[in-house]
């Protein structure tokens, strides 16, 4: 028989026994998906770039490119929320694996302003003594080159800079918007590598003390990698037990509200183990993201070691993303699940307050002082995770808004402060600091006082919305508990504020740099929200309140 006989016959018996007949195309919302396709867009012209364009022109046009990239998508967000995408018309695109609702949108907005603010500190070129007459910023002369080495050496002198940064940091804000608006697990993972990849690389890139810099890169790498499988087993695992990777099918089968149940469905939906045991290793890997105890173990090197504009970028919209994701796979996929999750997540939330808190009393270094603030901040929105009402939501939201910005404030601070080393990182360093340049100390004793929850900040606004919900939702012990640990977190925080205003300056102390308009701007918006959060939080806490809806 000849092969074209052959052939005509299989593909007889496939359409007979094809009752689909042909694939359909997928349908696509680009006007919804808008503001992560914008930023995927930029960031692949700046791979353009980096390939095309002269070496000396390459700073300008990334840090134009990534800017104007960064407004746009937020223009696109705005322009959503004003069509009604975050309330009356929320819903699924992308053929159900992205939802465009309330918090999606507050979260995605939130994200690129503070990757905007967090954009100025990457192109900072003025805080470093000039090198062989080039401005030098934060980043590593040549990355591949070994530390230390001959080749190393040439490219500072040739004036080199690693301007692929830029791309690195879009791919990373396209990952985390789109990890808060995952409506299916396997967006949800895909979201998860895209933002994490950029962040290690972007991790090992510092200028002065590279081997610091690359040991945080290997151990964020190394425990990151460990997080994304215990998270794909958790999407196996769930996948198994509901039969659908979809949030919606997944919250339905959960509940027993699910239509169809064929035999194979019956037998795995009788399966606890699976659902439990996959649900915990997905949460765990959020619980990675927002650095919550016990997964926190990262957090301090990897803060320390990182390049500050890094450290500053990452707390911030990392946060943001993995709480969004987080409120996602609780609020919408295990809901039915509440009673089994609510125990645990009130013992992270407790141990991560008193953790954060009391560890951080011990620290002497600001970059690890204000990493363990970070774990400690970790547990008071947890509190409002808790919470379980629309309040709970919309608090999260704004505490998440509230303190993205103080936090890439407060590490912009921290990158001025220099000796010959580079950034007076050592607390012992900083005595006196208020003497010799007022402005800075008090500006960044403003940052503290937000992180303490003092009154009049935006840190008391985030604080007071999220333990006011989670009393309501019934966690009262567990907002006592915040208040004690804020009280011993406000310890530390007006430690530093007294070492910098009342203690004699030393004469080998550290200069403060005189930043360029960029790091000013990414001061003066953290104070600007700092303030302006704390002195009239209502019209944003209205906000969260309308954003704070799910679509299902």
Known sequence: MSATAVHSLWTTAATAADPIGKIDAPKIEYGQLSPVLIVLGAAIIGILIEAFVPRRSRYYVQTFVSAV?????????????????????????????????????????????????????????RLDPEAHGNRVDSFAAQAASVPGSESEQKAVKAGFTTTEVFPLLLFAVAGMLVFPAANDLLTLFVALEVFSLPL????????????????????????????????????ALLYGYAGSMSYGTIAQVVDGTVQNVTPALADTMGNDALLLVGAALIVMGLLFKVGAVPFHMWTPDVYQGAPTPVTGFMAAATKVAAFGALLRILYVVLPGLRWDWRP????VAIVTMLAGAIVAITQTDIKRLLAYSSIAHAGFILAGVIATTPDGISSVLFYLAAYSFVTIGAFAVVTLVRDAGGEATHLAKWAGLGRRSPLVAAVFAVFLLAFAGIPLTSGFSGKFAVFKAAAEGGAAPLVVIGVISSAIAAFFYIRVIVLMFFSEPRPEGPTVAVPSPLTMTAIGVGVAVTVVLGVAPQYFLDLAGQAGVFVR
């Open 344 to 347: 645990v997540m009130w013992a």
């Open 69 to 125: 990239a960064l407004v746009a998508a937020f223009a696109a967000v705005v322009a959503l929320a004003a069509g009604g995408y975050g309330t009356t018309k929320a819903g699924i695109a992308a053929m159900g694996a992205i939802a465009v609702d309330g918090p999606a949108l507050f979260l995605q907005g939130t994200i690129l302003l503070a990757s905007l603010v967090g954009l100025f500190t990457f192109a900072e070129r």
């Open 200 to 235: 290690y690389l972007l991790c090992a890139l510092a200028r002065r003390k590279r081997l610091m810099s690359q040991e945080a890169a290997v151990k964020y790498f190394l425990l990151g990698a460990f997080a994304s499988a215990f998270t794909l087993f958790g999407i």
